[in-house]
Every structure is written in C-alpha cells, then in structure tokens.
C-alpha cells in the first residue's frame, strides 16, 4: 500500500516518461459551480401545464449563479453538489441496459442497427486472473460502467465543462451476472472510491473514445473510478476480473447525457420511499413518504443524494436507493411490459444507442439473451453490493477481499444469495435454445514439467498407487500419494490451480474419461483424484504429444466442496421486494 504523500498522480506516472501526468482525481475537489441556467431553459415552458411532472419547490427556486466571492463552506457544498449531479446522472445510464438485457424485448428494434453503436476495445481476452474460467463457459458477465464525461451534452446537462476537469470517471461500475442456464440475474455494484490495484494501462481518451498509446505502469492505491479515467475500459475490466475471478465477456459504457429524457420516455418509475427524501445539498427530493410516480428530473436526485437527513451511511444508502430504484423499473418493465409500447420504445433505445460505446455487444446477441431471459421475474433478481470494511488514510474504500471472493464464488457455483425468490412463471414459454459453449482446448506441456500427486477418492486401498506407478511410468513426476482430503469423490479428475490449465490437461489425456476441475487450495501442483467410477482400476495411456492441442477433455466444477460462506451483513437487494406492501 502506498504511504499517504504519495498522490494520485505520482501513482498514476507514466512508465513512458518522468513527467507528472494528473489524474481526474486531483481535480475532484476543485470544481467551479455551475449553475442551472441551461436546464432550467429547457423545463421552464413545462412549468405549470396540466398534467405536467410533480416538481419540487426546491427545483423550481433555485437561483442562478453568481461571480459573488462565496465563503469556503457554500464553495464546498458547491462542488459536493457537483459530483452529486455527476454521480446521479451516471446511474440512470446504467439503468437502460438492465431493462432492455432483462426483458429482451427491444434489441428486435436494432437489427437494422447493429453498425450503429460505437465500438470500443475493452476486452483483451486474458485469462490470467479468472478462476476456474472453463467452468465459466456459458456465463454471460456484462460490465456496465456508467461515466461522468464534461464533453459536448453532458457538459450542458450541467455536469461541468473541459474546463472545470478533463477525462472521465466510472462513478457507477456495476457487474450483471446470467449463469448459463439463464434462472436468475445477480446485479453486483462497486463503490466509486473502493481502494484497488491498477495493473498495467495503456491510457485513455474519452473524447474519442480511443487509447492514446502511453503505457503506465501497475499501482496500488487507487479509487476505482480513477481506474478508468487513466486506462478506460480495458483497464477497468482487468481491475475487476482480479477483482472477482469472474470471465467477463461484455462492456457497455454509457454517458448520462439524455437519461433524463429517457426515464420520461418510459412515462417516469414508480418508487418507494419508507419516508421523504429530503438531502443536505439537493433539497427536497420526495416530499412525501410511500408510493409515487417521479419523472427524469426528480429521478436524477432520487439516485444520487448523499446527505439525506435521516441516512447514516452516505454512500451505501446511495447504493441501496440505486438499486430499489433499478428494481422498480425492472418490476414495472416485467410486469406491464411497458418496454413493449412500440412507440416508446422507439424512443428509449435510440437514446440509448447515441449514448452508449461497447464490445462483443451485438443487437441479435442480446435478443437471443433477452428471450432465454423470459421464464425470469423479479424475485430472481438480485443486487448485491461489494463489501467494505472503513477507509484508508487517503479516503479510499478498504475492499473485505476474502468476503469479497467468497461472494463471487457463490455466484459462480449458482448457490442461493440472500433475499432471492427463484420462483419463475410456468407459464412463459421455453427460453430460446443456447448454443453449448464450444469447449476449450489446451496445449500438451512435457510430462515430465508437472508435480502430480496422486488421491485415493474411491475408498478401494492400492488404486491410487497403482495408478501413480503407472503415470510415473509415463513421465510424470509424481509426489505424494494419498487419501482424498474431501472423502470420496464420485468420478475420476484432475485438480489443478489458476494458471495450470494446460498442465491438467496434459494429465487428464493420460487418464481417459477424467476430468478437470479448478482448486485454488492446490499451488503449483496438479492432484489426480481416482473416484468410485475407477473401481475396476484406472487405465493410464501416454500422454498427448508435446505441442499437440488438446480438445476432448471435459471440465467438472467441485460438487463435494462446502459452499461459500457469506458474510452475514452482506448488503443486497431484491427486485421483487416491495417495500411499500
């Protein structure tokens, strides 16, 4: 960890050059106010119309800005009220995307469109901190990153100009987990400041979108939306693949300019609020408590108050507001299937199309996805936020790392999360068949390069050492032999550790009709683990050829493993929890 006199920027320095290069953190605090003369334009012919949006007094009264010097406590609340817009504005964006992946419904609308979404590189197809990325196949894990760029609208949106900060930032980061049998949804949110380790960035503009070509080196200490603003999508997605050992094989990057008009475009959410919403910096936002209907500006500071009177934890009862309000929407879109209406959904999905850069994002892939979505409802639809424990010396979000692990293997082994209701409409037609992931393929190493140890799981005495005879006899050099440390296992495999794939592999072609499973318990070795399918022996045949590729061996996920434990104040929500009922 770095010490405090460190700053963003001297971690942040270019492997290129000496230079001080500054970050988009360094320039956090010193915002200029800007005021709502721009908005207030756009909304003023609206005021007082029948029928028009509930408004708030404190919307409606809000002055225009002055050059008066102020004192340095209303400059602070200016600049706290700033990444409050920024923030809120960042949030909606996301929200689209969870609906229209959801439902499915719309993507029909852009097959006549698929050259129109920009395309950015994100993903680099690396491996290296995914764990047990062949028991992955068939997962789909978008990541959706919502950004606070001043350039062109958003700067008129009142998010600030070039001129207050360059860049941008992932002030809403959000994984969107769908396991490959498509029962449920698993929607994971990071916090903004959450103290991570950058690998290595080549840096980003998001003007262009596009790389600049100067490489900075790996550095710890960083705020996670400073992540992106340095190195963009891929470095934001290898930051969160170390994170959470998860393949993700989607990007979606959104501005907020325009989601305003897109909550409007779907006649505003329902929410629910257990008491009025009224925050320190933004004023009143629900004067009342219980259901309402809001509208795109009142929903703006609904997701992105920080100060509300009442609240104890700033940001993750931002979060948490966030996440029911993600809920109502999903709730009213599964439910009323307002996201069918064709004429607004005409609409709502050309606004998301101007604002949205991706890869491996395709209309036909995501109408495929959105009908095997279909037997889902709310219920199956989980928030979880990534779990912190305080604050470093330099205010960043200290990640609970083995809580954190534990969550992300929970979700890759489809074990039930907290709050879910996985009840799904019988009625609802079958989902779309999924084409079976095409199976990796690996190539052979030298035998005589891998430490083997050999388990005994069958409970029949002399299989495994009969077996570890026979592959040493092969090339392999094999170490311990011994009993099985789970017990008894019902079918002959290969253990190994991340990293070790092609090792494994190598063994198990050895070993017909073996499998091969992901252990990280295991460190530089792989274990072969002769089951109770071996009872009449184990066949042990010469290995794969040096450099020949290896495409028949099977993967198999630890059925006899104990689930992960969750922690027990894991913070989540679920999409089918009213809390008004």
């Known amino acids: 960890m770095p010490p405090p006199s460190r700053t963003?920027?001297?971690?942040?320095?270019?492997?290129?050059?000496?230079?001080?290069?500054?970050?988009?953190?360094?320039?956090?605090?010193?915002?200029?106010?800007v005021g709502e003369q721009t908005r207030a334009k756009g909304k003023a012919k609206n005021k007082g119309e029948s029928g028009s949006w509930p408004t708030t007094e404190s919307r409606a009264t809000q002055a225009k800005p002055t050059k008066a010097p102020v004192s340095r406590l209303a400059a602070?609340?200016?600049?706290?009220?700033?990444?409050?817009?920024?923030?809120?504005?960042?949030?909606?964006?996301?929200?689209?995307?969870?609906?229209?992946?959801?439902?499915?419904?719309?993507?029909?609308?852009?097959?006549?469109?698929?050259?129109?979404?920009?395309?950015?590189?994100?993903?680099?197809?690396?491996?290296?901190?995914?764990?047990?990325?062949?028991?992955?196949?068939g997962d789909e894990n978008f990541l959706l990153v919502g950004t606070d760029t001043r350039a062109g609208a958003n700067g008129e949106l009142g998010a600030g100009t070039l001129d207050d900060a360059e860049g941008a930032r992932a002030d809403t980061t959000m994984l969107v987990h769908i396991p490959k049998d498509r029962s449920r949804v698993v929607i994971v949110s990071f916090p903004r400041?959450?103290?991570?380790?950058?690998?290595?960035?080549?840096?980003?503009?998001?003007?262009?979108?596009?790389?600049?070509?100067?490489?900075?080196?790996?550095?710890?200490?960083?705020?996670?939306?400073?992540v992106y603003g340095l190195g963009g999508p891929k470095c934001l997605?290898?930051?969160?693949?170390?994170?959470?050992?998860?393949?993700?094989?989607?990007?979606?990057?959104?501005?907020?300019?325009?989601?305003?008009?897109?909550?409007?475009?779907?006649?505003?959410?329902?929410?629910?609020?257990?008491k009025p919403v009224i925050d320190e910096v933004l004023g009143t936002v629900l004067e009342q408590p219980g259901k309402q209907r809001i509208d795109g500006a009142t929903a703006l500071n609904y997701v992105r108050a920080r100060h509300v009177?009442?609240?104890?934890?700033?940001?993750?009862?931002?979060?948490?507001?966030?996440?029911?309000?993600?809920?109502?929407?999903?709730?009213?879109?599964?439910?009323?299937?307002?996201?069918?209406?064709?004429?607004?959904?005409?609409?709502?999905?050309?606004?998301?199309?101007?604002?949205?850069?991706?890869?491996?994002?395709?209309?036909?892939?995501?109408?495929?996805?959105?009908?095997?979505?279909?037997?889902?409802?709310?219920?199956?639809?989980?928030?979880?936020?990534?779990?912190?424990?305080?604050?470093?010396?330099?205010?960043?979000?200290?990640?609970?790392e083995s809580d954190i692990k534990a969550i992300f293997s929970a979700i890759r082994d489809d074990q039930p999360l907290p709050g879910e209701k996985p009840t799904a409409h019988d009625a609802a037609p079958e989902p779309a068949a999924v084409a079976p992931p095409t199976p990796p393929k690996y190539v052979a190493v030298d035998p005589s390069s891998i430490a083997t140890n050999v388990?005994?799981?069958?409970?029949?005495?002399?299989?495994?050492?009969?077996?570890?005879?026979?592959?040493?006899?092969?090339?392999?050099?094999?170490?311990?032999?011994?009993?099985?440390?789970?017990?008894?296992?019902?079918?002959?495999?290969?253990?190994?550790?991340?990293?070790?794939?092609?090792?494994?592999?190598?063994?198990?072609?050895?070993?017909?009709?073996?499998?091969?499973?992901?252990?990280?318990?295991?460190a530089g070795t792989v274990?072969?683990?002769?089951?109770?399918?071996?009872?009449?022996?184990?066949?042990?045949?010469?290995?794969?050829?040096v450099g020949a590729e290896i495409a028949d061996v099977a993967t198999s996920t630890a059925a006899d493993s104990e689930p992960a434990e969750l922690p027990a104040d894991l913070e989540h929500v679920n999409a089918g929890e009213d809390i008004c009922q």
Request: charged share 20%; with cysteine; glycine share 10%.
């Open 8 to 33: 963003p920027a001297e971690r942040a320095a270019p492997a290129s050059r000496a230079k001080r290069e500054p970050t988009a953190e360094e320039v956090t605090d010193v915002l200029a106010p």
């Open 76 to 137: 602070s609340k200016l600049r706290r009220h700033r990444r409050l817009r920024i923030i809120g504005r960042s949030v909606l964006a996301v929200f689209a995307v969870l609906c229209l992946v959801a439902t499915g419904g719309g993507w029909s609308y852009m097959r006549s469109a698929a050259n129109s979404f920009t395309q950015v590189s994100a993903l680099d197809g690396s491996q290296d901190d995914v764990i047990d990325s062949d028991a992955q196949l």
């Open 455 to 522: 388990s005994n799981g069958s409970q029949i005495e002399g299989l495994a050492g009969t077996a570890a005879t026979e592959l040493g006899n092969q090339g392999f050099q094999v170490g311990t032999v011994a009993n099985y440390v789970n017990g008894t296992s019902p079918t002959t495999k290969v253990r190994y550790p991340t990293g070790m794939e092609a090792e494994a592999a190598t063994v198990a072609s050895s070993v017909p009709g073996a499998t091969i499973e992901a252990d990280d318990s295991l």
């Open 193 to 226: 400041d959450l103290d991570v380790t950058r690998p290595q960035c080549e840096g980003w503009d998001n003007d262009k979108p596009g790389y600049t070509g100067e490489n900075y080196p790996s550095a710890s200490g960083d705020k996670l939306n400073a």
């Open 309 to 400: 009177y009442g609240d104890e934890r700033s940001d993750y009862d931002r979060i948490n507001r966030q996440q029911r309000f993600l809920s109502s929407l999903l709730r009213g879109a599964l439910s009323s299937k307002v996201l069918f209406d064709l004429g607004k959904l005409n609409g709502f999905i050309d606004e998301f199309r101007k604002h949205t850069w991706v890869q491996n994002v395709e209309p036909s892939d995501l109408l495929t996805l959105g009908r095997s979505l279909q037997r889902i409802d709310a219920g199956t639809v989980t928030f979880i936020t990534v779990p912190t424990a305080g604050t470093t010396d330099y205010g960043n979000e200290i990640p609970r």
């Open 527 to 545: 274990d072969v683990v002769i089951g109770t399918d071996s009872a009449n022996g184990v066949s042990v045949q010469a290995p794969a050829s």
């Open 237 to 274: 997605v290898s930051t969160i693949q170390r994170l959470t050992g998860s393949t993700i094989n989607h990007f979606i990057g959104i501005d907020f300019s325009g989601f305003e008009a897109m909550v409007d475009k779907v006649d505003g959410v329902e929410v629910c609020s257990t």
